[in-house]
């Protein structure tokens, strides 16, 4: 699950005045819908992981809808399960926040921050730092999604289930080919998002600027020229 779209959940529980501290709303930048299979231009592209608790050393803590004891950042911080949505234990199994999704973030001073539901990326008060207590967890992931095969979209401009060719990625287990399988708050117009496996240098990942991608609408066929070479 992305982080844009747990922000959202959490947010649609929340009264009206959370909209008091918000900056002026953004809007999407208009797209039209891929309906046949073509290049798109100038595309940004980022990366995702599931949080590995490997990558947090604080106290160990137990939470509701897990075995044994975790790392409490890796549970309720800004970087942990209640914020990526998923994760992965120490003992390599994955696991999912599971709500209530009517909780608060609070702020590095402890203050409620909000999400803005229509400004991606702002908060009502400062970044988040911590999930308020009561959340509850569950084994599995949230989504079934698979380390580069799987991509997040703006469903508006690149249809869920389309398949798309991405060059820079040629070197990944699928030869470049993805499926658009997933969305997020952030991801808008030009702007893909590749689930991959964590890498090794904590919370690093790759961007790549104006990129150029092939897009294959559902129910067409991937074209046997478009490869890597």
């Known amino acids: 699950m992305r982080v844009g779209f747990v922000t959202t959940l959490l947010f649609l529980a929340l009264p009206a005045a959370a909209h008091a501290t918000c900056p002026p709303p953004r809007h999407p930048p208009p797209v039209t819908q891929i309906t046949r299979p073509r290049w798109l ?37 800004a970087r942990g399960l209640a914020m990526q949505g998923e994760g992965i234990g120490s003992d390599g199994r994955m696991y999912h926040f599971a709500g209530p999704y009517s909780l608060t973030w609070r702020n ?3 203050a409620d921050t909000r999400p803005c ?12 730092a911590w999930l308020e207590p009561g ?42 080919w993805f499926t658009a399988a997933d969305t997020g708050g952030a991801i808008l117009g030009l702007h893909i998002d ?24 559902p129910g067409r066929a991937r074209p046997a020229r478009v490869r890597c070479s």
């Open 41 to 77: 231009p100038g595309v940004l592209i980022t990366e995702y992981y599931p949080a590995p608790e490997r990558w947090f050393s604080d106290r160990l803590v137990r939470a509701p809808g897990l075995p044994g004891r975790h790392r409490a950042g890796w549970l309720y911080s």
């Open 108 to 110: 590095a001073k402890g």
């Open 117 to 128: 539901p229509k400004v991606p990326g702002a908060w009502t008060n400062g970044r988040p």
């Open 135 to 176: 959340a509850r967890f569950a084994p599995g992931a949230s989504l079934t999604l698979a380390y580069w095969h799987d991509i997040a979209v703006d469903p508006r401009l690149i249809p869920h289930g389309s398949s798309v060719f991405v060059p820079a990625y040629c070197d990944t287990p699928a030869h470049g």
């Open 194 to 217: 590749v689930f991959r496996a964590p890498p090794k240098e904590p919370w690093s990942s790759d961007v790549r600027r104006k990129q150029k991608i092939f897009v294959v609408p």
